[in-house]
C-alpha cells in the first residue's frame, strides 16, 4: 500500500496547500516541498527495509475496483519502475524549488495541479491493471495541461490546447487496444482481464497482435515524442512555466519510454520485432531532425525541445534493437536526459528571470557577471552532448553500440546526431555567456545553486559510476 499512500498523500498535500493559500500566503510551496520530501522518503525506506526482489514484477496491492468488467485496482513495480518513480521524486522537489519565487498568482492551485500531475506519473509508473494505467495516463494529462494554460508564457493557450489535442487522442488509441486486448483474454479464457500478467499468457494471432500493438504504440510515440507525432513539444516546452518544462522534459516524455518498454516491447515481442524497422527508421529521422531544428532555433527553451526529441530518438533506436546492452543504454539515458533536460530549462527559468526574455539574441557575455551560472551552463551543455564523464555520454554509447550489433547502418545515420548536439549545444552556450556583454545579470542564488548543483552532481556520479543503474537492468533479455 506503499504507492497508495504516496499517490493520496501528494494529492492531499495539493489539496492542504491550496487551502491555506488564502490564510498564509506561500504556504503551498512548503508544503509541497515536505510533502515531497517525506513522501519521497517513506517510498525509499520501504522499497529498502522489504527486502522484496524486483527483478521481476512484484505485485504490491490487487483489490476488485469495477467488479463488473473485472477492472482491479493492481499496482506492481520492478527495479525499472523504482529507476523511474525516484528520478520523478527527485525532479519532484526541483519542480518545487524552480517554483518558489516564479510562482506568484494562485500559488495555491499551482502547487495542487503539480502535485495531482506527479501521483498521475507514479500511477503511471507502477500500475498493472490497464484500465488503472489508462485512468492514471488521463490523471497526468489534464493538470499539465491547466500547468501550461494558466501560469503559462504569451501563446500559453494554443500551446496547451495542441498539447492535450495529441495526447487525448492517441490516448483513444490505447483505450481501443486495451479493449480489444480485454475481449482477446475473454475469447480464450471466458473471462474478462485486464491485468498485465494475465495478458503475458494469452497467445495472441499475430495478425490481431500487429494492430494492437500499434495502438500502444501510438500512443506512447506521441508521448515519447517521435516524429512525425511531435508538434506538441516545442510549444508546450515553450509556453510552460520553468516547472513546467521540468516536468514534460524529465519525467513525463519517460512515461512514452516504459510504455514502449513495458506494453509494446514485453507484451507484443513478435510482432514488435516485425515492426522494429519503421520504429528504427522514425528514431533515425527523430535524431536528425531534432537536431537540425535544435541548431536553426532562436527561442532558448525552444531549441532544448528539439534536441528532447532528438535524445528521445537514441531510446527508440535502442529499444527496437531488441539487444540487451541496447536496452541498458536506454534506461540509463532516460535517467541521464531527465536530469540534462531539467537543468538545461532550469537555467532557461533562471535566464528569463533575470532578463525576461528567452531569445538568444537577447543574451550574450553573461559569463562576466555571472560565472558560477555560466559554468554551469557549459557543464550541462556538453551533458547534452555526450561529454564523457557525464551520465548522457554512457547512455548513449552502450545504445548505440548494442543497436549497432543489429543495425549499422542506423546506427552510423544515427551517429550523426551526436555532432549536431555539440553543434547547437556549444552554439547555445556560446550565444548566451560567450562574447561581449549585453547586460549584467545577477549570479546563482543559494537556492539555484542547490538546483544545479545537485543535477550536476548527479549526472557527474552516473557518468562516473553508472553501475549504480546499469546493476539493475542488467538481467533483462530481450
Same mark, same amino acid.
Given at each position: 500500500?506503499?504507492l ?5 498523500g501528494?494529492?492531499?498535500?495539493g489539496g492542504l496547500g491550496?487551502y491555506?493559500e488564502?490564510?498564509k500566503?506561500?504556504s &503551498?510551496r512548503?508544503i509541497a516541498l515536505?510533502?515531497i520530501?517525506?513522501l519521497?522518503?517513506f517510498?525509499?525506506?520501504?522499497v529498502?527495509s522489504s ?6 514484477l512484484?505485485?504490491l496491492v490487487r483489490?476488485?475496483w469495477?467488479?463488473?468488467f473485472n477492472?482491479e485496482?493492481?499496482l506492481?513495480?520492478?527495479y525499472?519502475?523504482?529507476?523511474l ?6 525532479l519532484?522537489?526541483?519542480c518545487? $524549488?524552480?517554483s518558489?519565487?516564479?510562482i506568484?498568482?494562485?500559488?495555491g ?5 503539480l502535485l495531482a ?7 503511471v509508473?507502477?500500475?498493472v491493471? $490497464?484500465?488503472?494505467f489508462?485512468?492514471?495516463w488521463?490523471?497526468?494529462l489534464?493538470?499539465m495541461t ?6 503559462g508564457?504569451?501563446?500559453r493557450?494554443?500551446?496547451a ?9 492517441s490516448s ?10 480485454a475481449?482477446i483474454h475473454?475469447d480464450?479464457t471466458g473471462?474478462i482481464s ?7 499468457l494469452?497467445?495472441?494471432p499475430?495478425e ?5 500493438m $500499434? ?5 506512447f510515440?506521441?508521448?515519447?515524442p ?7 513539444l516545442p510549444?508546450?516546452?515553450?509556453q510552460?512555466p520553468t516547472a513546467g518544462?521540468?516536468l514534460?522534459?524529465?519525467?513525463l ?10 506494453f509494446?516491447i514485453f507484451l507484443?515481442p513478435q ?7 519503421i ?6 529521422v527523430?535524431?536528425?531532425y ?11 527553451k525552444? $531549441?532544448v525541445?528539439y ?6 530518438g537514441?531510446?527508440?533506436l535502442a529499444?527496437f534493437a ?7 543504454g ?9 536530469l540534462s ?5 532550469a537555467l532557461?527559468?533562471?535566464?528569463y528571470n533575470r ?8 543574451m550574450?557575455?553573461f ?5 558560477r551560472?555560466?559554468g554551469f551552463a557549459?557543464?550541462?551543455a ?7 564523464g557525464?551520465a548522457n555520454?554512457?547512455?548513449?554509447f ?7 550489433q543489429?543495425?549499422?547502418?542506423f546506427?552510423i545515420?544515427?551517429?550523426f546526431?551526436?555532432?549536431g548536439s555539440?553543434?547547437y549545444?556549444?552554439?547555445l ?6 562574447g561581449?556583454p ?5 549570479d546563482?542564488?543559494?537556492?539555484e545553486?542547490l538546483?544545479?548543483g545537485?543535477l550536476?552532481m ?5 557518468g562516473?559510476y553508472?553501475? &549504480?543503474?546499469?546493476?539493475y537492468?542488467q538481467?533483462?533479455?530481450l
Amino acid at each position: 500500500m506503499m504507492l497508495t499512500i504516496v499517490m493520496l498523500g501528494l494529492i492531499a498535500a495539493g489539496g492542504l496547500g491550496w487551502y491555506f493559500e488564502s490564510v498564509k500566503a506561500q504556504s &503551498a510551496r512548503w508544503i509541497a516541498l515536505f510533502s515531497i520530501l517525506g513522501l519521497a522518503t517513506f517510498f525509499i525506506v520501504s522499497v529498502i527495509s522489504s527486502g522484496a526482489d524486483y527483478s521481476e514484477l512484484n505485485v504490491l496491492v490487487r483489490v476488485p475496483w469495477i467488479s463488473a468488467f473485472n477492472i482491479e485496482y493492481a499496482l506492481a513495480i520492478d527495479y525499472l519502475s523504482i529507476i523511474l518513480l525516484s528520478l520523478t521524486f527527485f525532479l519532484a522537489l526541483i519542480c518545487v $524549488l524552480v517554483s518558489w519565487e516564479e510562482i506568484q498568482t494562485n500559488a495555491g492551485f499551482y502547487y495542487f495541479n503539480l502535485l495531482a500531475a506527479i501521483a498521475g506519473i507514479i500511477g503511471v509508473f507502477c500500475a498493472v491493471d $490497464l484500465f488503472l494505467f489508462f485512468f492514471f495516463w488521463e490523471v497526468m494529462l489534464l493538470p499539465m495541461t491547466a500547468i501550461i494554460a494558466i501560469w503559462g508564457h504569451e501563446n500559453r493557450h494554443f500551446a496547451a490546447i495542441k498539447f492535450f489535442i495529441f495526447t487525448q487522442v492517441s490516448s483513444l488509441l490505447m483505450l481501443v487496444s486495451i479493449i480489444a486486448m480485454a475481449y482477446i483474454h475473454y475469447d480464450q479464457t471466458g473471462l474478462i482481464s485486464f491485468f498485465y500478467q494475465d495478458w503475458l499468457l494469452l497467445d495472441i494471432p499475430l495478425e490481431k497482435a500487429r494492430y494492437i500493438m $500499434l495502438g500502444f504504440f501510438i500512443a506512447f510515440a506521441v508521448k515519447l515524442p517521435s516524429v512525425p507525432v511531435h508538434s506538441w513539444l516545442p510549444d508546450a516546452h515553450t509556453q510552460a512555466p520553468t516547472a513546467g518544462s521540468v516536468l514534460l522534459a524529465g519525467v513525463l516524455l519517460k512515461t512514452g519510454a516504459y510504455g514502449l518498454i513495458r506494453f509494446v516491447i514485453f507484451l507484443f515481442p513478435q510482432a514488435s520485432q516485425e515492426f522494429a524497422p519503421i520504429a528504427m527508421v522514425l528514431a533515425v529521422v527523430s535524431i536528425l531532425y531534432g537536431a537540425k531544428m535544435a541548431f536553426a532555433q532562436e527561442d532558448f527553451k525552444r $531549441l532544448v525541445a528539439y534536441s528532447s526529441i532528438s535524445h528521445m530518438g537514441f531510446v527508440m533506436l535502442a529499444l527496437f534493437a531488441f539487444n540487451t546492452l541496447a536496452y541498458q543504454g536506454a534506461v540509463i539515458t532516460l535517467v541521464a536526459h531527465g536530469l540534462s533536460s531539467a537543468a538545461l530549462f532550469a537555467l532557461a527559468g533562471m535566464i528569463y528571470n533575470r532578463i525576461h526574455s528567452r531569445n538568444l539574441k537577447d543574451m550574450g557575455g553573461f559569463w562576466h557577471s555571472a560565472p558560477r551560472m555560466g559554468g554551469f551552463a557549459l557543464a550541462f551543455a556538453g551533458a547534452a552532448f555526450g561529454l564523457p564523464g557525464l551520465a548522457n555520454f554512457v547512455g548513449e554509447f552502450l545504445s548505440l553500440v548494442g543497436a549497432y550489433q543489429v543495425a549499422p547502418v542506423f546506427v552510423i545515420l544515427a551517429a550523426f546526431g551526436l555532432i549536431g548536439s555539440a553543434v547547437y549545444g556549444m552554439m547555445l552556450f556560446q550565444t548566451s555567456f560567450q562574447g561581449p556583454p549585453t547586460t549584467v545579470v545577477k549570479d546563482l542564488s543559494g537556492r539555484e545553486l542547490l538546483i544545479v548543483g545537485s543535477l550536476f552532481m548527479l549526472l557527474l556520479v552516473f557518468g562516473l559510476y553508472p553501475n &549504480a543503474v546499469l546493476q539493475y537492468v542488467q538481467g533483462v533479455q530481450l
